[in-house]
């Protein structure tokens, strides 16, 4: 075996400095090496293998806890790096608990590198959005955490995101309609216009106005706060 070891003749320092974070604070420290292993990692010509719990779709939802079950092979000369980073950040947790980021586009990049060198790197971008349906499940889950302290008030953020979903399903109802005439195909389009307003009223001027008096309260902390807020506002401009 030959190691390559590296120096600055100005005595620069040439270590590797990792953040694990990204919060711009040096994590780890490690001297840079070129390491030639064997004839076998030379000849090798073909990049490591990733494969497991790979992303599979293009929109994920709020309360979604993506396992992150990865890893990369290499037959040839073996795995030299390997890692999964989140939005520029590496991952160390076994999952990736979405409701813990914020709503919008995100990408998922694994990395690896074999011992000769050879890299792969698979990216993939997904945008995170939230429902009634998956916004009741960010409420439970919140409660079980304790950031909503009481019951009263999860149970009525739940039953007016329920009211919500009813409305969107007669809202489907009537889209599927086949309107005989103009007419009542104006009709039906004044329906659906009335309940999306309601809907925007139960969200916007009802459900925020009386989660931010819920919080001034102490009965949901910050996080609990934000994350509802988000998801709410979500669900109004898209």
């Known amino acids: 075996n030959a190691t390559l070891n590296f120096t600055s003749p100005t005595q620069q320092d040439l270590s590797l400095k990792i953040d694990n974070d990204g919060n711009g604070i040096v994590d780890q420290s490690a001297n840079p090496t070129a390491n030639l292993s064997s004839p076998v990692a030379l000849g090798d010509v073909t990049p490591p293998l990733i494969t497991g719990a790979l992303p599979t779709a293009t929109e994920y939802l709020h309360s979604d806890i993506l396992p992150l079950n990865i890893q990369a092979q290499d037959t040839e000369s073996g795995i030299a790096i390997f890692t999964i980073k989140f939005d520029n950040v590496v991952m160390t947790s076994p999952t990736l608990d ?11 990049t694994i990395t690896a590198y074999d011992k000769a060198g050879n ?81 925007d009223k139960i969200l916007g001027k009802q459900l925020i106005k009386d989660l931010e008096k819920n919080y001034k309260k102490d009965k949901i902390n910050e996080q609990a706060y934000q994350i509802i807020k988000n998801d709410l506002e979500w669900m109004i401009n898209n």
């Open 119 to 199: 890299p792969t790197e698979l990216k993939f971008p997904f945008i995170v959005i939230a429902t009634p349906d998956s916004t009741i499940a960010d409420i439970e889950r919140l409660f079980t955490l304790g950031w909503i302290e009481k019951k009263a008030v999860k149970q009525d953020l739940i039953q007016r995101l329920k009211s919500i979903i009813k409305l969107e399903k007669k809202i489907v109802i009537l889209e599927e309609k086949d309107p005989k005439n103009p007419k009542q195909e104006k009709k039906i389009l004044k329906k659906i216009e009335k309940l999306v307003k309601t809907i």
């Open 98 to 108: 979405l409701l813990l980021y914020p709503l919008g586009n995100h990408e998922l």
